[in-house]
């Protein structure tokens, strides 16, 4: 009986001895925490809560059964930490190798009982076809008709990129190896449908100008692909026929901004009649936009907008920011602020003019992760929206000989973009996305004009239409909340992966990169990374498809906004690239642009 109670009294002494460590860790799953909460997280009001909290349970309670509280107290707080340390976007990854989880199909056939999943896979399998074609000869005029304007601008902005750099990208063995419906679920007006897609091929990134860049090689890779079609809508098919959906006279050859029928005038992509693509997301940002929360607030704005007005809806919204935003930044890497002119305010167009971007430098490997809502509101005149963009480049000087990479690799920047229209507005009678007036809906003839020739009103109106006013930094958002207190009704985290990844989840991501940086990813590094992975808490059967990215250079680079959080991931990576007892050329890049933009 003495050897049993002095066991329970041992229990006692180390609960109050690592009281602080366990309320440190609780929340940060051993790797530290988000840059929201690391300045709390782990101090000592926390650890001094829970060690007033077991002195009073054995003064209050009788002996034994206070040791037998506390000793189910302890045990209660060891498995809420090892929960804790396997709850990240990155574990969530494993989904890739399970069945698609057709959250919400059965209440889209409820809805459209003539909605076939076989024939939507079927479409979505010659949508992959027609788009790698398109892409490989940087000309998209085959699925035009079917992809949103967003889409296709950053198709287009890629390929301006690429010739820039005399680059081309070449696939070989492109294979399908597992399609599935993800979610459905309803926006407004519209239904939208994600699809996982699995696939492998041999892709080559081939530079005539600049060899140096060179790269590829085999790869598995996951996307996931959302398609939008308006709730009612025809059941046309784009995907199979050239014909136009509303007269039925063949549609243009040609890769343009707009996909408008040149006899009966009607766009194609508009989801009235067929699903059309409007998102393209590579697996782990979809894993972190998917798992974050959306407010009930926001969802109570988005609702009243959608019964205020009948042509809202936030995907074709999100696919808007996603078009005007990557005209803003081409804009900027041409020098030619004109070209979005019409689909910014007046202000941001003379910040745009006063852009010291240099003209040398061009954006490698452009893509947007992806652009999501994140905020509504109104004034008495306005509505106005904010949106989350996250964009991947890599920026490179191209005047001399070789290309001076200003960007080791691939890094993503936040952005937050605002939205703005009058309010109590009906839908715009045009769009200049679309070369059509907002006000009247006549014919945009001159792209670079400021007003329309019929009615005479400016296209960037906020009076009829949705117009891009600002596009911030996070830090610059944080300010402009500040000073407009009480502007939005609802406002979620401005960077999507802060209430999801911990230090640890960037210290992975960017430890995988330093890693295969040299082009290797050697037996002992990635035996580090494996270590490294277990001890952070990862299961790592389940992060198989981290690894894979990473071997494919697929992952980019990442950071959280907290310097203390910054400065332990920049240890972590030193060590990450002296596994093999020595750091090469190219990992020493990677560390050294880690510090000097990161830490300085």
């Known amino acids: 009986m003495k050897r049993r109670y002095k066991g329970l009294a041992l229990i006692v002494v180390f609960m109050l001895i690592l009281a602080p460590v366990v309320m440190a860790r609780t929340g940060g799953a051993g790797g530290g925490s988000s840059s ?17 909290l077991i002195y009073w349970i054995i003064v209050s309670i009788p002996f034994p059964y206070n040791m037998i509280v506390l000793a189910a107290i302890f045990g209660a707080a060891m498995l809420y930490s090892k929960n804790a340390r396997q709850t990240s ?11 698609a989880q057709k959250k919400g199909l059965d209440a889209l056939k409820k809805n459209d009982p003539a909605f076939s999943e076989q024939e939507f896979l079927l479409k979505v399998r010659k949508a992959f076809e027609q788009i790698n074609e398109g892409w490989q000869k940087k000309n998209m005029s085959g ?9 296709y601008q950053r198709f287009h902005a890629q390929f301006e990129m690429m010739n820039r750099l005399e680059q081309t990208n070449r696939s070989e063995q492109i294979r399908i190896l597992d399609l599935g419906i993800d979610k459905a679920e309803t926006d407004g007006y519209f239904d939208a449908v994600s699809v996982r897609l699995r696939a492998s091929s041999t892709d080559w990134f081939e530079n005539t100008k600049y060899p140096e860049l060179n790269s590829g090689g085999f790869e598995e890779y996951t996307e996931y692909w959302t398609f939008l079609r308006k709730r009612g809508g025809g059941h046309k098919d784009l995907y199979r026929s050239n014909a136009c959906p509303s007269c039925g006279d063949q549609l243009p050859q040609d890769s343009s901004d707009v996909s408008k029928c040149p006899s009966c005038g009607r766009l194609s992509n508009t989801g ?6 409007a998102e393209i997301t590579q697996a782990d940002d979809y894993l972190v936009t998917e798992q974050r929360p959306v407010p009930s607030r926001l969802k109570k704005e988005t609702a009243r907008l959608t019964e205020e007005n009948d042509d809202f809806c936030v995907q074709l919204l999100e696919d808007r920011v996603s078009n005007g935003y990557v005209r803003v930044l081409m804009a900027r890497v041409t020098r030619k602020p004109e070209a979005a002119r019409r689909f910014i305010s007046d202000e941001l167009y003379a910040a745009l003019q006063g852009d010291p971007w240099d003209p040398e430098v061009a954006l490698n490997r452009l893509y947007l992760n992806y652009v999501k809502l994140i905020a509504s509101g109104s004034t008495e005149e306005k509505n106005l929206l904010a949106f ?15 290309a001076e990479l200003l960007d080791p690799r691939p890094v993503a920047r936040d952005r937050i973009v605002l939205l703005e229209r009058q309010r109590g507005r009906s839908a715009a009678a045009g769009n200049v996305y679309s070369y059509s007036c907002p006000s009247c809906g006549g014919e945009i003839q001159d792209s670079l004009a400021l007003s329309c020739s019929y009615c005479g009103e400016a296209y960037n109106s906020v009076s009829f239409d949705w117009v891009i006013t600002r596009i911030l930094t996070t830090a610059e958002y944080q300010q402009y909340l500040s000073e407009h207190k009480g502007v939005f009704e609802s406002s979620t985290e401005p ?13 992975m991501n960017n430890l995988m990169i330093v890693i295969s940086s040299d082009g290797v990813f050697k037996e002992e590094e990635e035996a580090f990374a494996r270590k490294a992975a277990a001890r952070w808490g990862y299961n790592v059967a389940k992060i198989q498809a981290l690894f894979q990215m990473a071997k494919s250079g697929r992952l980019v680079l990442r950071m959280p906004e907290s310097p203390k959080d910054r400065a332990r991931i920049y240890r972590l990576l030193v060590k990450a690239a002296s596994s093999d007892n020595e750091i090469h050329q190219e990992e020493q890049q990677v560390l050294d642009y880690v510090k000097g933009t990161f830490l300085s």
């Open 143 to 151: 699925c035009r008709r079917y992809i949103s304007d967003g889409i």
């Open 89 to 99: 976007p990155y574990n969530r990854m494993a989904r890739q190798d399970t069945p």
């Open 388 to 402: 989350a963009v996250k964009e991947t480049s890599q920026r490179i000087r191209t005047g001399g000989r070789r």
């Open 272 to 277: 009235e009649y067929d699903w059309i693509l």
């Open 36 to 52: 929201r909460s690391s300045s709390s997280s782990g101090s000592g009001s926390g650890g001094d809560g829970l060690g007033m």
């Open 495 to 507: 960077d999507l992966t802060a209430a999801l990844y911990k230090t640890r989840d960037y210290a």
